[in-house]
């Protein structure tokens, strides 16, 4: 077990680094000057040779991702060119909202995805089984902005039953949770469905029912826990469009989290943030795969040998 946990972090590495390296280059390639958006477009040429000389700007590539990466070890992801504020201090005042958001659209995700698969599955070809089809095709098909501004306009104005944006209590989490959740329930839907007719119809299901189990234990306890590893997989998978829909979630829903913070970065050409932005989004992706991968051998031993 431990073996297959290191190579897999091992694995995630390299993967962390060209993420890393890509998006270091590709933001650069984006037309817009930094020292032009702090100084001013009517800024002489003497101030924006200054600003440029002073955060490295006048360097070769080569040279500014070396020191990026040097500065990465030591955990120093520079300073904001718009705030001159530390990134990791500007981000950590904003990771927790993101990272709240995040938890809330998987529990939603997990409990709509997990309760509408296991009854398509378990009566299919019936009502139950259209209609959580539609409702599972309604929720993929659907943006995440639109189905955001809907949830406002209904239960934000309308009903006031929660508030349109910010945060504050747990109120201010429903929608944006609900809108980013629903975005990947019907996926984690379909994939339940089709795991669990796969596992109702093999051999160790039906003996259980000539056993006389009850219907309830046979399909959780038996049948369920047999679907695991296809659902565990999608679920994860889930997680990296979660954080691309958290940007616009939270940029709907108005939240200082990370998303909406990265729309402003890239409009300011702010790239230490954008760097620090994308980093963590990366190494919680692969984190999150990670956490997949070591649950495989939870489920099924064999996969670890």
Known sequence: MWRYAVQKLVLAVPTVLAVVA???????????????????????????????????LDRPLPVQFGVFVSNLVRGDLGDSIRSRQPVVRELASRLGVTFTLALGSIAVTLLIGLVAGIASAVRPYTVVDYASTVVSLLGVSM???????ILIIVFALRLDWFPTGGIGTWRHYVLPCLSLGVFSAGVVARQTRSAMLESLATDFVRTARSKGLPPHRVVLKHAFKASLIPIITITGLQFGRMLAGAILTETVFSLPGLGSYLVT????????VIQGIVMVMALSFTLVNLVTDLLYPLVNPQVSQ
């Open 143 to 149: 943006p995440i902005f639109w189905s955001g501004l």
């Open 265 to 272: 970065a890239i409009a300011q050409r702010d790239y230490p």
């Open 22 to 56: 890509f998006v270091f280059v590709a933001i650069r390639l984006v037309p817009g000057d930094p020292a032009v958006i702090m100084a001013g477009d009517f800024a002489d040429a003497a101030t924006l040779d200054r600003l440029r000389r002073e955060w490295g």
